[in-house]
């Protein structure tokens, strides 16, 4: 499930009590026979924030929707990896070791572990963000640690870091 940032609920919350006192208000102003520019004025303002309540709802079902269809499709394609040689295999063990270690000596943290092999596997930060429920900016400067504990300039030098020699 989709993990909704702050701001959006704050903003959710806001929309959510304008439109109940601003229906309460035109219920009283309706009641006591309010001039009717009065009364068009508040309608309008029920019907914007409506509208923006809506609106947020809907883009977090469609933030949500894309989140499942990402990790479907991150599920699919290991599933669906054909099997590689025995030698590819332990090639590819032997460079996760290598890499491994290597984020021990530069003394990464658990999560900027996580956060550099998503990057070694060509995520954007958004990605990640979505994979990792948690906002873009959080990422963006937990690569920037990365970048900055590694003596690194980018996710382009930091995945060249590991692969350069061997091709």
Known sequence: M??????????????????????NDLISDFSVNADFNHLAQEVVLIALSLIALIWMLLDIRRQDLEISALREELLTIKSSQPTAEKYVREAKSKLSAVISQQFQDWKLTDSEKDIGWLLLKGLSLKEIALIRDTVEKTVRQQASAIYKKTGLNGRHVFSAWFIEDVL
Do not use: M, N, R
């Not at 701001?7 to 109940?20: C, G, P, R, V």
């Open 2 to 23: 989709y993990k909704i940032p702050p701001k959006e609920i704050y903003l959710l919350l806001i929309f959510a009590i304008l439109l109940a006192v601003s229906t």
